[in-house]
């Protein structure tokens, strides 16, 4: 059996330098119907100011526009503030001005949250994201930090009904239980909590009713068969294809999603499993 219908990429960026609509044609060659492109800062020149963020995030929209016209795709888009960009501006600026870097760099924050709703609002975007807190090392202060930041930006989500996509800390115990303690805190429905470049194991109980998006490496799938019947909502499929010329194909290349998709469905798992997985959840969570 082969599956025909649509299918969803869910975390993927796009870069001008990089293969830009060639990687959404490769995609799209092997049965790709659907991106949901993120947008990636620039990481060695983060925006500073509400302006920065807004011309930053007019062209991820631009990018996205092309890969309608040019190419054919349906495209959902993504914009906020990565947590590697904030936590690494949020050191270079205490280092240099204590409280008053901190401040200027909670409102940078809040500046780019502001700049990526406004955008929501006039139906350009449909989710904020990636947001979350450092997947690396960092100190206290930074962590507790962006913690408060995090929560400030679920109980935005919650009052809005927005969809927020989750980078945060690589797998612990605590990871998805802490997440929903306080995303429901906050009011969040927990099906519009997207946990981005998410581990395979998709059962309830594991994932605490967030929807995980699962990095669908070769490795994925035999845990992602064992797991998918057992999971609340069901579960995207991504890539976090960076389209970086520095490190072409990673994290993986843009033919995966669809690779993995037939082999799902040669491995077992429903049509209606891929069906909801690429149609109807995207639906639920991010409309149509």
Not at 258 to 283: C, F, I, Y
Request: glycine share 8%; net charge negative.
């Amino acid at each position: 059996m082969v599956y025909d219908g649509p299918i969803l990429d869910n975390h993927f960026h796009l870069n001008r330098k990089g293969l830009f609509l060639e990687a959404a044609r490769s995609f799209q060659r092997v049965g790709g119907t659907d991106l949901v492109l993120v947008h990636c800062p620039d990481f060695a020149a983060p925006p500073e100011t509400l302006e920065g963020h807004q011309t930053a995030y007019a062209d991820t929209l631009s990018m996205a526009q092309s890969v309608r016209d040019e190419v054919g795709l349906g495209v959902r888009v993504v914009l906020g503030p990565h947590p590697a960009a904030f936590a690494h501006q949020f050191e270079r600026w205490v280092s240099e001005d204590g409280d008053a870097g901190k401040e200027r760099a909670v409102e940078n924050y809040r500046h780019s949250i502001e700049a990526a709703l406004a955008f929501v609002h006039e139906g350009q975007a449909h989710a904020i994201g990636e947001v979350g807190r450092p997947h690396w090392p960092v100190s206290d202060e930074i962590w507790d930090l962006s913690n408060e930041l995090l929560d400030e930006t679920m109980h935005l989500a919650a009052q809005e009904g927005l969809p927020l996509q989750l980078h945060v800390e690589g797998e612990s115990e605590d990871t998805y239980p802490d997440l929903a303690k306080r995303a429901l805190r906050q009011g969040m429905d927990l099906r519009k909590l997207i946990r981005h470049y998410s581990p395979p194991d998709v059962r309830e109980a594991h994932t605490h009713g967030l929807t995980p998006s699962v990095l669908c490496g070769k490795g994925a799938l035999e845990r992602l068969v064992e797991t998918h019947s057992m999971a609340k909502n069901g579960f995207f499929l991504e890539t976090d294809y960076m389209d970086d010329p520095r490190r072409p194909g990673a994290v993986l290349g843009p033919k995966t999603v669809p690779k993995r998709t037939q082999q799902l469905l040669a491995a077992g798992v429903d049509e209606e499993v891929m069906w909801n997985t690429h149609s109807a959840l995207p639906n639920r969570v991010y409309g149509e």
